[in-house]
């Protein structure tokens, strides 16, 4: 349910990039960032499930 939610605001954001070039850079830092949270938040997910 959330990931789809996520992919949504993905692609949001992809035609809010095409549409104004001028805040392509920080929204380019924003989604790199966002990006290293969402591994980091999978990789502790597959180390739950590799506990159990």
């Known amino acids: 349910m959330p990931l789809r939610k996520k992919m949504l605001i993905v ?3 992809k035609l ?3 549409r104004c070039p001028w ?3 920080r929204l380019m ?8 949270l969402h591994q980091l ?3 502790c997910q597959l180390g ?3 506990n159990h």
């Open 11 to 13: 692609r949001f954001l």
């Open 41 to 43: 938040h999978q990789m």
């Open 16 to 18: 809010f990039q095409n």
């Open 48 to 50: 739950s499930h590799r």
């Open 23 to 25: 805040k392509r850079r």
């Open 29 to 36: 830092l924003r989604m790199t960032h966002w990006q290293m």
